[in-house]
């Protein structure tokens, strides 16, 4: 399975972004799926994750109520639209699919992984 992230690009605090995360197998509507980011000098942390049938999301604490996950109809896309953006929102951001279908907050849930798109927030 391989994952293609795009949407990522430079913005000013308080603006919006929204990424895209497509999967060449459709069998990853059958997982859950999420996103992740890695700042410069940090691990990589979790932001959001959605189960197989989109009816569940989770986000870290940092991004609850600015972010939303989505699905697309096909199910093999997600989608991250990130309002209120802040400049400690810089980050590569990483789009994975999970081994099961519930949703999942951990690096070692999943087992696919994107390549990454970089999101740059000025203030």
């Known amino acids: 399975v391989q994952l293609q992230a795009s949407g990522g690009g430079l913005v000013q605090a308080g603006g919006s972004l929204r990424l895209s995360c497509a999967a060449s197998?459709?069998?990853?509507?059958?997982?859950?799926m999420g996103w992740f980011r890695q700042a410069p000098g940090q691990q990589r942390e979790f932001v959001a994750t959605?189960?197989?049938?989109?009816?569940?999301?989770y986000y870290s604490d940092s991004v609850k109520g600015r972010f939303t996950i989505s699905r697309g109809y096909a199910k093999n896309t997600v989608y991250l639209q990130m309002n209120s953006l802040r400049p400690e929102d810089t980050a590569v951001y990483y789009c994975a699919a999970a081994r099961g279908a519930g949703t999942s907050t951990t690096t070692k849930e999943y087992n696919h992984w994107g390549q990454g798109t970089l999101v740059t927030v000025s203030s």
């Open positions: 959605i189960n197989w049938n989109g009816g569940s999301t």
């Open positions: 197998d459709r069998t990853v509507g059958n997982n859950a």
